[in-house]
């Protein structure tokens, strides 16, 4: 009895194995057509989107430019158009932007259609500064680059400064300091509107005698000292307003008395003698 179940149960294997095979095949093939399906997808998006046109940068945009062009900085950008978008290194794009002098800060944005915005903020120029040549500095104090006639610039010039003190002292950063302190000078003297009565062209700084300013377009001398600088400046204000009702221009204003900071002398151009607030005095 037993040899006779085996036998039968033998004769039926070869059609269970069969139906077990299209039970597997039926449940594996939508996963199969899956996986085919994504690796075809995955090719296609290879082949046009990395090695197709599909994301490949059209335009390369430089926004808040005035000072520079955008063909200088293009220039230096190691990021040209026709690079893949997603794969271009945008920080080593900024970091090549800020070698030009005239960057103080950029940021590289990507954007679709496939291009790369390029905002750029410039550098201010303040003034020049005299260090063995003439340099610009910016509004907060940093001295940048060697001014070029093709810089196109009409500022003041910092005199007074030695190079190598300023190279010495920049740990300490005590020439940078005396050169921030004429930056807010400029400053002052145009808040105070003194601007539209004689405009500055030269701030002069000397560790005894303090600050001298060269201004107007006869070169007016204003010894402004040390000290109590907002104050000085409204004296001026007055004083020059005065001299232009009177027809008069100011050749040497004194406003550095230090045992008499009140007092304000005046040498008056093509006449002999100082004013000052004790009535006409000798040269």
């Given at each position: 009895m037993a040899r006779g179940r085996n036998r039968r149960t033998a004769a039926r294997q070869p059609g269970e194995t069969t139906r077990r095979l299209r039970r597997a095949v039926a449940l594996l093939l939508?996963?199969?057509v899956t996986l085919a399906a994504i690796s075809g997808a995955g090719w296609a998006t290879w082949a046009y989107g990395v090695r197709g046109d599909l994301?490949?940068?059209?335009?390369?945009?430089?926004?808040g430019?005035?000072?520079l062009k955008a063909s200088a900085l293009a220039e230096l950008s190691p990021v040209r158009p026709g690079d893949h978008l997603?794969?271009?290194?945008?920080?080593a794009m900024a970091r090549a932007l800020r070698r030009n002098p005239w960057v103080a800060t950029v940021?590289?944005?990507?954007r679709l259609p496939p291009a790369l915005e390029v905002v750029v903020t410039e550098r201010q120029a303040a003034a020049l500064v005299e260090l063995g040549g003439l340099y610009l500095v910016d509004t907060a104090g940093q001295v940048y680059k060697r001014a070029a006639p093709g810089d196109g610039l009409d500022l003041p010039i910092v005199t007074g400064l030695e190079r190598e003190a300023f190279e010495a002292r920049r740990d300490d950063?005590?020439?940078e300091l005396r050169l921030r302190s004429?930056?807010?000078l400029l400053g002052r003297w145009r808040e105070a509107g003194l601007e539209r009565r004689a405009a500055v062209s030269e701030v002069h700084l000397d560790p005894v005698l303090g600050t001298t300013i060269y201004a107007g377009d006869e070169g007016m001398e204003i010894r402004l000292g040390q000290g109590d600088l907002p104050r000085k400046l409204e004296r001026l204000d007055v004083l020059l307003a005065r001299l232009e009702t009177d027809g008069v221009q100011g050749e040497v204003i004194h406003l550095d008395n230090r045992r008499h900071p009140d007092w304000v002398a005046v040498r008056v151009k093509?006449?002999?003698g100082v004013v000052d607030g004790r009535g006409p005095r000798g040269p």
């Open positions: 939508p996963t199969l994301l490949r940068i059209r335009e390369v945009r430089y926004l430019l005035s000072q997603l794969l271009s290194d945008t920080e940021e590289v944005h990507r950063g005590g020439e004429a930056l807010g093509g006449r002999t």
